[in-house]
């Protein structure tokens, strides 16, 4: 049901629900973006990624390399609801404005291909999804596909993704013959003719009305054993109302129980209609949500999404624009004006909103004002950076920002003339104001300019920003992975004494500490090792709480920087054991150096491993290439972990590390002709084989 979009700028936060498209690379969420706006009146003629016409790949590199790099937010209006959007990228280097985009979600669409059901960068998102407990309902998109098959994606679904799949549609034809859907919620058929904009409805046909009370019974029965209310009138009545099961779906969806599986094919706009009445039927609207929480100087305050309320506003996006720069919001509470003053409560200064723009990707229609639950972007904050916390002056808050993931790959960069090197700071200050996941130093050893991010392609991208929005002649090394250090095995009761006197007041801190290794998460999440976990078994008060305190501090500096090459410590446990003071020259600083010392001292005396980024790797090619593929991943120090046939196709999988991986794309498409694709995610760290020693100069 299309809505005027406009009639929509001040909508009540029950009207409104903030949403992500969720996916693996190439599963079809920007072509359900440009569908929902499509299918909603916001856009009057359907965008294609392969055309470079969709509004929300607005980017020329988006729309030259047929990927999504950045997320765009775009807003529409469906059944007297606004749906602000946020379409993210699919591709593993991009995973931290997946990352950010969650933080301001109320719920999310992940959607999966029918052929390929669950794929890696899929298991990924979804895991960050239910990090930040965020509802989602799946869509299983590509029906139209040679090989889909519904069922075997929900299969995967339930396998991979350790979740209760609620199918409440069966799919009308197989791939090309796929035509439209029986809604088992209220047996009716849907079919969308050829080229048509709107399904029609009708009776469920004879030939499938038994398979469709046979998958009806099916979802009666899961739902009834998830949900009390309905678990009552189903052993009342055997069977489940289409109200009872509509609103015990929602319950379910909202509290993460389980998940709402519909279908269809966006590119051939089958099936967005019921996925729209799926998002407003079931996704939480910014009032179902929990009320943010937030740190008010010691104290932790909720902040409810009442418009009436101070306001209170996180910042999840910056983006330069060829008119300025943009700050993207999402308004948890309060309301927020143009021309009103904010208070930036992590830089403590003050920040004027010049205007308010309703997104629509690259375009903006502006507003005068936005409420609790809106999700807007504000011209005229000059300095605030993704993560700050934008409030009322009076009533200060800060909410807590989106985790900003390390780096795995570094490139050096430097101007190719030296008069655009003022340029080419500026450029690199302004890109990672854009993206945070980036990251700029320069080399203490060398003097050169690194720049640091998530994957090849991520630096790729990059640096090609910087040459087409600068204008700059820009030259790069040879890409660099991010290595770490760990203990391979600990020492016990290192002994550390700072004595210092050199005139007036001295410093002294006695310390003993036990070292010893983490084991390494390899939870798919890219963290690697367990970073540090620091425990204190002093006891009959030898050491105040505050000297204990600056021990840890002192341990977490040790860490940046360990003795096989100056790379950070990770995966260590440190237990004070003992410890004791001066009546006049202990203080907490002696004992933070102390404790910095002392940890370094450790990692002297124990075994260091190196660890190296590794990722794992799904190469899809020909049977006929599968043997030179696999040589090629041994090659590369791969370990091979699955290989499946699916749709004439062979599916390789293998953990490789990310140093061997520079280049692979183009390898692999040559000993493929042209034919093989793959797709790669962090799995953690990993040691380096011949890289353990015991014995290591200090740095």
């Given at each position: 049901?299309?809505?005027?979009?406009?009639?929509?700028?001040?909508?009540?936060?029950?009207?409104?629900?903030?949403?992500?498209?969720?996916?693996?690379?190439?599963?079809?969420?920007?072509?359900?973006?440009?569908?929902?706006?499509?299918?909603?009146?916001?856009?009057?003629?359907?965008?294609?990624?392969?055309?470079?016409?969709?509004?929300?790949?607005?980017?020329?590199?988006?729309?030259?390399?047929?990927?999504?790099?950045?997320?765009?937010?775009?807003?529409?209006?469906?059944?007297?609801?606004?749906?602000?959007?946020?379409?993210?990228?699919?591709?593993?280097?991009?995973?931290?404005?997946?990352?950010?985009?969650?933080?301001?979600?109320?719920?999310?669409?992940?959607?999966?291909?029918?052929?390929?059901?669950?794929?890696?960068?899929?298991?990924?998102?979804?895991?960050?999804?239910?990090?930040?407990?965020?509802?989602?309902?799946?869509?299983?998109?590509?029906?139209?596909?040679?090989?889909?098959?519904?069922?075997?994606?929900?299969?995967?679904?339930?396998?991979?993704?350790?979740?209760?799949?609620?199918?409440?549609?069966?799919?009308?034809?197989?791939?090309?013959?796929?035509?439209?859907?029986?809604?088992?919620?209220?047996?009716?058929?849907?079919?969308?003719?050829?080229?048509?904009?709107?399904?029609?409805?009708?009776?469920?046909?004879?030939?499938?009305?038994?398979?469709?009370?046979?998958?009806?019974?099916?979802?009666?029965?899961?739902?009834?054993?998830?949900?009390?209310?309905?678990?009552?009138?189903?052993?009342?009545?055997?069977?489940?109302?289409?109200?009872?099961?509509?609103?015990?779906?929602?319950?379910?969806?909202?509290?993460?129980?389980?998940?709402?599986?519909?279908?269809?094919?966006?590119?051939?706009?089958?099936?967005?209609?019921?996925?729209?009445?799926?998002?407003?039927?079931?996704?939480?609207?910014?009032?179902?949500?929990?009320?943010?929480?937030?740190?008010?100087?010691?104290?932790?305050?909720?902040?409810?999404?009442?418009?009436?309320?101070?306001?209170?506003?996180l910042v999840f996006k910056v983006q330069a624009t060829p008119r300025g720069r943009l700050t993207y919001l999402r308004v948890y509470?309060?309301?927020?004006?143009?021309?009103?003053?904010?208070?930036?409560?992590?830089?403590?200064?003050?920040?004027?909103?010049?205007?308010?723009?309703?997104?629509?990707?690259?375009?903006?229609?502006?507003?005068?004002?936005?409420?609790?639950?809106?999700?807007?972007?504000?011209?005229?904050?000059?300095?605030?950076?993704?993560?700050?916390?934008?409030?009322?002056?009076?009533?200060?808050?800060?909410?807590?920002?989106?985790?900003?993931?390390?780096?795995?790959?570094?490139?050096?960069?430097?101007?190719?003339?030296?008069?655009?090197?003022?340029?080419?700071?500026?450029?690199?200050?302004?890109?990672?104001?854009?993206?945070?996941?980036?990251?700029?130093?320069?080399?203490?050893?060398?003097?050169?300019?690194?720049?640091?991010?998530?994957?090849?392609?991520?630096?790729?991208?990059?640096?090609?920003?910087?040459?087409?929005?600068?204008?700059?002649?820009?030259?790069?090394?040879?890409?660099?992975?991010?290595?770490?250090?760990?203990?391979?095995?600990?020492?016990?009761?290192?002994?550390?004494?700072?004595?210092?006197?050199?005139?007036?007041?001295?410093?002294?801190?006695?310390?003993?500490?036990?070292?010893?290794?983490?084991?390494?998460?390899?939870?798919?999440?890219?963290?690697?090792?367990?970073?540090?976990?620091?425990?204190?078994?002093?006891?009959?008060?030898?050491?105040?709480?505050?000297?204990?305190?600056?021990?840890?501090?002192?341990?977490?500096?040790?860490?940046?920087?360990?003795?096989?090459?100056?790379?950070?410590?990770?995966?260590?446990?440190?237990?004070?054991?003992?410890?004791?003071?001066?009546?006049?020259?202990?203080?907490?600083?002696?004992?933070?150096?102390?404790?910095?010392?002392?940890?370094?001292?450790?990692?002297?005396?124990?075994?260091?491993?190196?660890?190296?980024?590794?990722?794992?790797?799904?190469?899809?090619?020909?049977?006929?290439?599968?043997?030179?593929?696999?040589?090629?991943?041994?090659?590369?120090?791969?370990?091979?972990?699955?290989?499946?046939?699916?749709?004439?196709?062979?599916?390789?999988?293998?953990?490789?590390?990310?140093?061997?991986?520079?280049?692979?794309?183009?390898?692999?498409?040559?000993?493929?002709?042209?034919?093989?694709?793959?797709?790669?995610?962090?799995?953690?760290?990993?040691?380096?084989?011949?890289?353990?020693?015991?014995?290591?100069?200090?740095?």
């Amino acid at each position: 049901m299309r809505t005027d979009l406009h009639r929509h700028d001040t909508d009540p936060p029950t009207a409104v629900r903030n949403v992500g498209i969720l996916a693996h690379v190439d599963a079809g969420k920007t072509t359900v973006t440009e569908r929902i706006l499509y299918a909603t009146g916001a856009t009057y003629k359907r965008g294609e990624v392969h055309d470079g016409t969709t509004v929300t790949d607005f980017d020329v590199q988006e729309r030259e390399r047929g990927i999504t790099i950045s997320a765009a937010a775009v807003s529409c209006a469906w059944d007297g609801h606004r749906i602000n959007l946020i379409d993210t990228p699919g591709h593993v280097d991009f995973a931290d404005e997946v990352e950010r985009s969650l933080r301001v979600l109320d719920g999310a669409i992940a959607v999966f291909d029918a052929v390929a059901g669950v794929e890696p960068q899929s298991e990924s998102v979804w895991r960050q999804a239910d990090r930040h407990g965020v509802p989602r309902i799946a869509f299983v998109n590509k029906l139209d596909r040679a090989g889909a098959d519904l069922d075997t994606a929900v299969e995967s679904m339930r396998r991979r993704l350790d979740t209760v799949p609620m199918v409440v549609q069966l799919p009308v034809g197989r791939e090309d013959a796929f035509t439209g859907v029986v809604d088992l919620i209220r047996l009716r058929l849907l079919v969308w003719r050829e080229g048509g904009d709107t399904y029609e409805e009708g009776p469920v046909p004879a030939e499938l009305l038994e398979e469709a009370r046979r998958r009806r019974r099916l979802l009666e029965e899961t739902v009834a054993q998830l949900h009390p209310g309905a678990l009552e009138e189903f052993c009342d009545g055997s069977a489940l109302s289409a109200a009872t099961l509509t609103a015990a779906l929602r319950d379910l969806t909202r509290s993460g129980e389980g998940v709402v599986v519909l279908c269809g094919s966006a590119y051939r706009n089958r099936g967005v209609e019921p996925l729209l009445d799926a998002v407003v039927a079931y996704l939480p609207s910014p009032l179902d949500v929990p009320a943010v929480r937030g740190a008010v100087g010691d104290d932790e305050q909720e902040r409810a999404c009442d418009p009436a309320a101070p306001l209170a506003a996180l910042v999840f996006k910056v983006q330069a624009t060829p008119r300025g720069r943009l700050t993207y919001l999402r308004v948890y509470s309060g309301t927020v004006h143009t021309g009103e003053a904010v208070w930036d409560a992590g830089a403590r200064r003050t920040e004027r909103i010049g205007r308010i723009l309703r997104v629509q990707a690259d375009r903006h229609t502006e507003v005068e004002h936005a409420v609790a639950g809106d999700i807007v972007a504000v011209a005229g904050v000059k300095t605030a950076r993704s993560g700050a916390t934008l409030c009322a002056p009076g009533a200060p808050v800060v909410l807590e920002p989106p985790t900003v993931a390390e780096p795995v790959v570094s490139v050096a960069v430097e101007a190719r003339r030296n008069a655009d090197t003022a340029r080419l700071v500026s450029a690199l200050a302004r890109l990672v104001e854009e993206d945070p996941s980036l990251v700029v130093r320069t080399d203490r050893e060398s003097g050169q300019t690194v720049l640091s991010g998530m994957g090849e392609l991520h630096l790729e991208v990059a640096v090609e920003k910087i040459r087409r929005a600068h204008g700059l002649e820009v030259g790069v090394g040879r890409p660099q992975v991010a290595y770490r250090e760990t203990v391979s095995r600990g020492v016990s009761g290192l002994v550390y004494r700072h004595v210092k006197q050199e005139g007036g007041a001295g410093q002294f801190a006695h310390v003993v500490l036990d070292v010893q290794p983490l084991p390494v998460a390899q939870d798919g999440t890219g963290d690697g090792a367990a970073e540090f976990e620091f425990r204190s078994v002093v006891t009959g008060g030898r050491l105040p709480r505050d000297y204990v305190q600056a021990v840890e501090a002192g341990c977490r500096d040790a860490l940046s920087a360990g003795p096989l090459g100056g790379h950070r410590v990770t995966g260590v446990r440190v237990t004070l054991t003992d410890g004791s003071t001066h009546p006049k020259d202990s203080s907490p600083m002696a004992f933070r150096t102390a404790g910095r010392f002392a940890l370094r001292a450790a990692f002297r005396a124990s075994v260091m491993a190196l660890l190296e980024p590794v990722v794992e790797v799904t190469a899809t090619v020909a049977e006929d290439a599968v043997g030179g593929v696999l040589g090629d991943l041994a090659a590369r120090r791969g370990q091979i972990s699955a290989s499946a046939m699916r749709a004439g196709t062979a599916v390789v999988t293998a953990t490789v590390p990310l140093a061997e991986l520079f280049g692979y794309a183009s390898q692999l498409r040559g000993r493929t002709q042209g034919r093989g694709t793959f797709t790669s995610r962090a799995t953690g760290y990993a040691p380096v084989p011949g890289a353990v020693t015991d014995q290591v100069v200090s740095r």
